[in-house]
């Protein structure tokens, strides 16, 4: 289905809409609980913010008023990821970017909403947090240099004082797209946690000093496969690997 939509992620690519809306655009969510009960406090804060009057930060923390009068705390989390590839911006999944923004966006709803049927510590969290989380997707492509753009454009605040600002950001997924990226959030003071960057390189907090990830580092992988090829009594071992902060922490490894 994903390849089918490629003029549609095209469009999405240079145009960075809430990822909740990409995936109502996609087909991913179905008319009409793209208007109703899926993802419902993520809509209802989509309307929110397509009426507000005024947007001003207290720390990373974004204070919205509408013009109905509603008052919102938001915790901005944009997401980067490589959503296509090649000058025709042909969609790239290879890394399961799209149900990576599907698991986003149903964890931004339970933080809304206390959900805790995934994960029971949420249960009721939004009774004692009066943060509201948001998210909007970023395309890299996978390249560092788009990578780098995003995050320059999202931390800083003297284009527009209106507009949302980063409690902290996510991805990338290429590990040199985030050792890029990291150099930046880290010095603007913005956390940046990635789902996929194994680099080892990402380790040094003296450059990479606000950087976090939910995945281990590329030592300890190859470490792990090193082990398992000598259970089977591999003598020798070959490795075809990219030049890059990935390809090469496999072979130092």
């Known amino acids: 289905m994903i390849m089918m939509m490629s003029p549609l ?23 009409p609980q793209c208007h109703a009960q899926t993802l419902k406090s993520l809509i209802s804060l989509a309307q ?12 990373h923390v974004n204070a919205i008023e509408t013009s109905d009068n509603k008052k919102i705390s938001l915790c901005y989390l944009p997401y980067l990821d490589s959503f296509s590839e090649g000058d025709d911006n042909e969609p790239y999944n290879a890394v399961g970017s799209y149900e990576g923004v599907a698991a986003l966006l149903l964890a931004l ?13 949420l249960n009721g969290i939004n ?18 240099a ?12 003297t284009v ?11 991805g990338a997924a290429r590990s040199a797209v985030s050792i890029s990226s990291s150099f930046v959030s880290s010095l603007r003071g913005f956390p940046q946690i990635s789902p996929q960057s194994t680099a080892t390189e ?3 907090k003296a ?24 259970s089977w009594d591999v003598d020798h071992v070959a490795v075809l690997y990219i030049n890059g902060a990935y390809g090469n922490d496999f072979v130092d490894g």
Do not use: M, W
Request: aromatic share 4%.
């Open 146 to 157: 788009a990578g780098l753009n995003h995050i320059i454009n999202l931390t800083d605040r």
């Open 109 to 121: 709803e339970h933080l809304n909403t206390g959900n805790g049927t995934i994960v029971p510590e």
């Open 207 to 230: 450059r990479h000093k606000l950087f976090g990830r939910t995945i281990p580092n590329n030592d300890g992988a190859a470490l792990a496969l090193l082990a398992l090829l000598t």
């Open 9 to 31: 992620i095209a469009q999405v690519a240079h145009s960075s809409i809430s990822a909740l809306r990409f995936l109502c655009l996609l087909g991913l969510l179905a008319i």
């Open 160 to 170: 527009d004082q209106e507009r949302l600002i980063p409690c902290a950001i996510l």
């Open 127 to 144: 009774d004692r947090c009066p943060l509201k989380f948001y998210s909007n997707s970023f395309d890299t492509k996978g390249h560092e």
């Open 202 to 204: 990402l380790d040094d």
């Open 48 to 59: 929110d913010l397509d009426a507000k009057i005024r947007t001003s930060t207290i720390g």
